[in-house]
């Protein structure tokens, strides 16, 4: 491994082999590939298809299936809600009854557990009861955290037209969009 000092990153090359190396000459058999030293390190080599490949092609096509939200501002949210999409609200049944967005269906992501909070176990078959997977869902809560991770969740276990509300409830407070009591 040849370590070399690019601007502000340490960078090693590796070397992939061609699983075929009778038709290569020499120094053809050995194709150099750069990348961090990080990276490298923890690399380990796998076969796929004709050539050998690092683990970085496999956590590439896992991060892949894992789905992350898309998150809107709240004035957008608006827009799609008036669009028809459906609002989940993610906060506690104390926080929602101090005021949401119309039309908000209240399922808390999280309960309060003494100073802290603990995950509703039953989220995921409570949602089942007012949404179907294919329906367009904006997820809120108070300030965005719960509601990134509910809307993950959700993607998770199939549920494909998922928005998270950046910001939560206190950004669409603060900027003056209807609520409810």
């Not at 009778?22 to 053809?28: D, F, I, M, S, V």
């Not at 276990?157 to 609520?179: H, K």
Request: one cysteine or more; charged letters at 20%.
């Amino acid at each position: 491994m040849s370590l070399a000092s690019s601007s502000s990153s340490i960078v090693s090359s590796t070397f992939l082999l061609h699983p075929d190396n009778t038709n290569l000459p020499p120094r053809g058999r050995l194709l150099p590939i750069t990348g961090s030293l990080q990276r490298r390190q923890r690399d380990t080599t796998i076969g796929h298809k004709n050539w050998s490949t690092s683990r970085n092609a496999v956590l590439r096509e896992e991060m892949e299936a894992v789905a992350v939200p898309t998150s809107v501002p709240v004035r957008v949210a608006l827009e799609l809600l008036q669009a028809g999409q459906r609002y989940l609200d993610v906060r506690t049944p104390e926080e929602f009854s101090a005021g949401h967005a119309p039309g908000a269906i209240n399922i808390p992501y999280m309960y309060r557990v003494g100073s802290g909070m603990t995950r509703n176990p039953h989220f995921l078959a409570e949602v089942a009861v007012y949404f179907r997977k294919e329906d367009e869902i904006l997820v809120g809560c108070l300030s965005g955290k719960r509601s990134l991770m509910a809307a993950a969740d959700l993607l998770a276990s199939g549920y494909g037209n998922v928005t998270d509300i950046a910001g939560g409830y206190e950004a669409w407070s603060r900027n003056g969009l209807p609520m409810e009591l």
